[in-house]
T-cell receptor
């Protein structure tokens, strides 16, 4: 079992729709959770961090964390073509290392 | 500086050659990380420094990989006797002193071993 699992996609959503990206993790002691966006050929950039159960909103982005279910999600409202990228879920577990999933490729279509 | 910088951006090496990849972190960041990202995968942790101390090198795939940060600022990742499976993007990230601090990534070095 991979430590951080994501569906590789591609996830295709029309412009203006909500994109929902999901991630599960195996280390129950994990405390810190991150979503990074990576455009093709570029380096990852942080979108959201979340540490407590519940929702955290920042502009069009909402991160959701459920530690009991070991589940993290990212919602992107009013999706734009510029949101088309790979979204990486990352977790700091008990080994104190940032562990990434393989990423979900999002395509926002016109 | 404005962000994390890495050089070279691209490196082509013949199998068996040694390579050295450089990372210049954000000024004042005490933590520095190296990751390896294969095509279609997420970054994989290689090693971590806090200032000049290498606190975790558990992700280095073999003894051909060596990293240093002698003055607690610039870091170099060295790969000896490169193999084709070493072909990947090598990412450097820096952050504040806490492991939960946001890591800021450099543009990466794309290594191709022929």
């Amino acid at each position: 079992q991979k430590e951080v699992e994501q569906n590789s996609g591609p996830l295709s959503v029309p412009e203006g729709a909500i994109a929902s990206l999901n991630c599960t993790y195996s280390d129950r002691g994990s405390q810190s959770f991150f979503w990074y966006r990576q455009y093709s050929g570029k380096s990852p950039e942080l979108i959201m961090s979340i540490y407590s159960n519940g929702d955290k909103e920042d502009g069009r982005f909402t991160a959701q964390l459920n530690k009991a279910s070991q589940y993290v999600s990212l919602l992107i409202r009013d999706s734009q073509p510029s949101d088309s990228a790979t979204y990486l879920c990352a977790v700091i577990g008990t080994a104190s290392k940032l562990t990434f999933g393989t990423g979900t490729r999002l395509q926002v279509t016109l | 500086g404005a962000g994390v910088s890495q050089s070279p951006r691209y490196k082509v090496a013949k199998r068996g050659q040694d390579v050295a990849l450089r990372c210049d972190p954000i000024s004042g960041h005490v933590s520095l990380f190296w990751y390896q990202q294969a095509l279609g995968q997420g970054p994989e942790f290689l090693t971590y420094f806090q200032n000049e101390a290498q606190l975790d090198k558990s992700g280095l795939p073999s003894d051909r990989f060596f990293a240093e940060r002698p003055e607690g600022s610039v870091s170099t990742l060295k790969i000896q006797r490169t193999q084709q499976e070493d072909s990947a993007v090598y990412l450097c990230a820096s952050s504040g002193p806490q492991l939960t601090d946001t890591q800021y990534f450099g543009p990466g070095t794309r290594l191709t071993v022929l």
